[in-house]
C-alpha cells in the first residue's frame, strides 16, 4: 500500500514557468524525500527533509513540510524541457524506517 | 564511481516459471532494497538486505524472495509467475553514511505472458 498520495496526478506547463505538487501521507515520518522518474527508468533522488525541517532548496528546487498537515510540497522554478518526468515523493516511516512512495506526479513541460 | 546496475534489463516469462534478477549496487553500498512498480500499484518496496541479512520486509507473498552475497551483490527470485507479476523491478542502495538516500538502477522489465 502506498503511503504518499500527490496532486495533482498530472501537470503540463510552458517552458519557463514553475511547477508546484504536493503529498500527503498518513503516518508519523523521520523523514520524506522527492524523486525524479524518467519514463519507465529507474529514480533519481532530487531532495531530502527531515521531520524536524520545514523548508529545503536545492538548485531550482524547494520542498516545504508541512508535519502537522501531514504534508510536502515540491516547487520547480523556471522549468525546462529535461524536467518532463514523474515525481514522487517517499516517506520514511517513523515506526518501521521502511520508504514508502505515492502515485506520483507526472510534469509535462512545453517549449 | 559506478552506478547501481541490474541485469537483465529486460525479461518475457509465461506463467509458471520462476525467475531471477541481479542487482550489482554501488561500490561500499551495503544495503539493497527491491522494489515493484506497476501501472496499478505503483511503487511497492519488495525488502531491504543489509550484510546479506534481510532486514526490512513488504507485504508480498512468499514466491518472491531475495538474498544478498558478501559482495553486497543482491539477486530476487519469484517463482510460479503469474500475470500480475508482469512489472518493473527496481533495485536500490544506499550508502553506510547517508541510509535514507536510495540509489536506483535502471530496473529490469519482467513481462509475463
Known amino acids: 500500500s502506498q503511503q504518499g498520495e500527490e496532486d495533482p496526478q498530472a501537470l503540463s506547463i510552458q517552458e519557463g514557468e514553475n511547477a508546484t505538487m504536493n503529498c500527503s501521507y498518513k503516518t508519523s515520518i523521520n523523514n520524506l524525500q522527492w524523486y525524479r522518474q524518467n519514463s519507465g527508468r529507474g529514480l533519481v533522488h532530487l531532495i531530502l527533509i527531515r521531520s524536524n525541517e520545514r523548508e529545503k532548496h536545492s538548485g531550482r528546487l524547494r520542498v516545504t513540510l508541512d508535519t502537522s498537515k501531514k504534508s510536502s510540497s515540491l516547487l520547480i522554478t523556471a522549468s525546462r524541457a529535461a524536467d518532463t518526468a514523474s515525481y514522487f515523493c517517499a516517506t520514511v516511516s517513523s515506526n518501521d524506517y521502511k520508504l514508502s512512495f505515492g502515485a506520483g506526479t507526472t510534469v509535462t513541460v512545453r517549449a | 564511481k559506478a552506478g547501481v546496475t541490474q541485469t537483465p534489463r529486460y525479461l518475457i516469462k509465461t506463467r509458471g516459471q520462476q525467475v531471477t534478477l541481479s542487482c550489482s549496487p554501488i561500490?561500499?553500498?551495503?544495503?539493497v532494497s527491491w522494489y515493484q512498480q506497476t501501472p496499478g500499484q505503483g511503487l511497492q518496496f519488495l525488502f531491504e538486505?543489509?550484510?546479506?541479512?534481510?532486514?526490512n520486509k513488504g507485504n508480498f507473498p512468499g514466491r518472491f524472495s531475495g538474498r544478498q552475497f558478501s559482495n553486497s551483490r543482491s539477486e530476487m527470485n519469484v517463482s510460479t509467475l503469474e500475470l500480475g507479476d508482469s512489472a518493473l523491478y527496481l533495485c536500490?542502495?544506499?550508502?553506510?553514511?547517508?541510509?535514507?538516500?536510495?540509489?536506483f538502477g535502471p530496473g529490469t522489465r519482467l513481462t509475463v505472458l
Open positions: 561500490s561500499g553500498h551495503r544495503s
Open positions: 538486505y543489509f550484510s546479506e541479512t534481510q532486514r
Open positions: 536500490a542502495s544506499s550508502s553506510p553514511t547517508s541510509t535514507d538516500t536510495q540509489y
